[in-house]
């Protein structure tokens, strides 16, 4: 299961809306692939097909979908926002990373 906070439910929110997406029937789309200066980066979109292999959550009023591989490295992380003075952005709060990068958008296990 991934978890949404307060903060990135609301911006999710507002994009979602800005880009033409229902927050309720549509979903945000949660992935791993391989890259970054770390070895694993994350992706965020927002979609309305489900594929065969997706696996379906929905927290804070959120409806996220992962492929199962990418669920087996994100289990139990936590999607923020921060808007602080080092950038503006979702924060993937995983658990299950050993080591992240510098900006937070790769990480290895």
Same mark, same amino acid.
Do not use: W
């Given at each position: 299961?991934?978890? +949404?906070?307060?903060? !990135? *439910? #609301?911006?999710?929110?507002?994009?979602? !809306?800005?880009?033409?997406?229902? +927050? @309720?029937? @549509?979903?945000?789309? +949660?992935? +791993?692939?391989?890259?970054?200066?770390?070895?694993?980066?994350?992706?965020?979109?927002?979609?309305?097909? $489900? $594929?065969?292999?997706?696996?379906?959550?929905? @927290?804070?009023?959120?409806?996220?979908?992962? @492929?199962?591989?990418?669920?087996?490295?994100?289990?139990? #992380?936590?999607?923020?926002?921060?808007?602080?003075?080092?950038?503006?952005?979702?924060?993937?709060?995983?658990?299950? !990373?050993? *080591?992240?990068?510098?900006?937070?958008?790769?990480?290895?296990?």
């Amino acid at each position: 299961m991934i978890k +949404v906070s307060d903060i !990135a *439910r #609301t911006k999710i929110s507002q994009l979602m !809306a800005e880009g033409g997406f229902d +927050v @309720d029937k @549509d979903f945000v789309r +949660v992935g +791993v692939k391989s890259g970054g200066c770390s070895g694993l980066s994350y992706e965020l979109d927002f979609d309305h097909k $489900q $594929q065969e292999n997706d696996k379906m959550f929905e @927290d804070n009023s959120v409806k996220i979908v992962v @492929d199962k591989k990418s669920f087996l490295y994100l289990v139990g #992380t936590i999607l923020e926002y921060s808007g602080g003075l080092n950038g503006k952005g979702f924060v993937f709060n995983n658990p299950n !990373a050993n *080591r992240t990068c510098g900006c937070g958008e790769s990480f290895s296990l």
